[in-house]
């Protein structure tokens, strides 16, 4: 990270703003190893990067472009040997031309104490605002003042009538409040990361209905909540009062 650092202050003086923007998030990429000893960064550990990255193949060729030329000012500045010029050519590529389907998987009880531990860090304390009302990253990063209220919010200009909704806040969510502005999807990824290394953050919202669900509530009002599609003709016509969806989110 440092030596990142020390070369993106040479670019700052030469590139666009579009590339250093793309740099920054090409460098966001290679989290795991921001604070490993260049020195020790060798094939294997690319290798192993690679192929857990999240990325598409265009990103993933980007992330190595990075690497290269990190690589090469620190062969440059005599930190590294010139061998160095040749790691990513050791390295099997993986293919990324198609992303993998993941999973829905979902936070154990173990992995949320995490963020309780933790809830006095600003990014701790979102992630959990996210487990415990369901929403999706776009709706709380856009949420504005004028549509919160003291035990729920409002969602608007949804990309679906079923997204236009209330929102309750449970005791433990506004126990929360308030938090600081939700940064980029790549910022908060990583941030959240840091706490949870094997989950991604859309894995709050398969946790929210799945603890609701064990609950007991009601499909309906889990639908509700969430901004779920029905095709039920008789959940249409159900109006679900803000009492029900306090006392639906209180139960988790």
Request: proline share 4%; aromatic share 8%.
């Amino acid at each position: 990270g440092e030596v990142y650092k020390e070369w993106y202050a040479i670019q700052e003086q030469k590139k666009t703003d579009g590339t250093l923007k793309s740099y920054r998030i090409d460098f966001d990429h290679l989290a795991p190893i921001h604070d490993m000893r260049i020195k020790d960064i060798d094939r294997i550990t690319l290798q192993h990067l690679y192929e857990r990255a999240d990325v598409s193949g265009n990103t993933l060729k980007k992330m190595m472009q990075l690497i290269n030329m990190v690589f090469a000012y620190a062969v440059k500045c005599g930190i590294l040997p010139l061998a160095a010029l040749n790691i990513n050519k050791s390295v099997n590529v993986p293919t990324k031309g198609v992303k993998k389907q993941k999973s829905r998987e979902i936070l154990s009880e173990h992995d949320i104490q995490i963020l309780w531990n933790n809830k006095d860090d600003d990014y701790a304390r979102i992630a959990l605002v996210y487990v415990y009302t369901g929403l999706r990253f776009s709706e709380l990063q856009n949420l504005t003042p004028d549509r919160c209220h003291d035990n729920y919010i409002e969602i608007v200009d949804a990309k679906t009538p079923a997204g236009n909704r209330i929102v309750p806040l449970s005791d433990k969510v506004r126990s929360l409040l308030p938090i600081k502005p939700v940064p980029s999807r790549t910022t908060f990824e990583r941030k959240f990361k840091y706490f949870l290394p094997d989950h991604y953050i859309h894995e709050t919202r398969h946790t929210f209905i799945t603890m609701m669900t064990e609950a007991g509530v009601d499909a309906r009002i889990i639908k509700a909540i969430v901004g779920h599609k029905t095709n039920d003709i008789t959940e249409v016509y159900t109006h679900i009062g803000l009492d029900v969806m306090l006392e639906a989110v209180n139960r988790l």
